[in-house]
């Protein structure tokens, strides 16, 4: 079975603390769960909105990385604080600017706090992929790795 791990440059190195942004494996791309960081690690933004529209980008250049976009998303589990308010009050706008019809599988769970105290929503995709899309992935040893 094939094993990718992927880390693109636009997101702080993983794998200095532990992990990889994201693993292929079993036909399937699954991804870390990505907040409002940038490659510095420093938090984008104080409300909602804001962290979400960043936590997508993040999710993005996964994306790009594998020559995948938001349309090829089979689900997404979301992780917000306080998600009584900040679900409709930020979160859901993002949502709906982000997808489209057909609209991927989608859980919400509320949490008292992330990894930060300053992050409010984290993001996890995934994606399944056929054998001839795995095949076209060329690791390139830095952003593609083997495993």
């Not at 794998?15 to 490659?39: E, L």
């Not at 308010?85 to 509320?110: A, I, M, N, Q, S």
């Not at 990894?115 to 995934?126: F, H, N, Q, S, W």
Request: net charge negative; glycine share 8%; with cysteine.
């Amino acid at each position: 079975m094939v094993r990718l791990a992927i880390n693109p440059p636009e997101l702080k190195d993983a794998r200095q603390i532990g992990y990889n942004h994201g693993i292929i494996a079993g036909g399937t791309f699954y991804m870390a769960g990505q907040v409002a960081m940038d490659a510095d690690s420093e938090i984008v933004g104080d409300d909602i909105r804001t962290q979400a529209e960043k936590a997508y980008e993040n999710v993005g250049y996964l994306l790009e990385a594998i020559d995948k976009s938001f349309d090829d998303i089979a689900k997404v589990t979301t992780h917000i604080v306080d998600a009584q308010e900040h679900y409709y009050d930020g979160y859901k706008e993002v949502y709906w600017e982000t997808f489209d019809e057909p609209y991927p599988c989608h859980t919400v769970l509320g949490t008292d706090q992330l990894a930060d105290e300053g992050y409010l929503v984290e993001i996890e995709i995934e994606v399944p992929l056929t054998d001839a899309e795995i095949n076209a992935i060329e690791p390139d040893g830095t952003v593609v790795r083997k495993l």
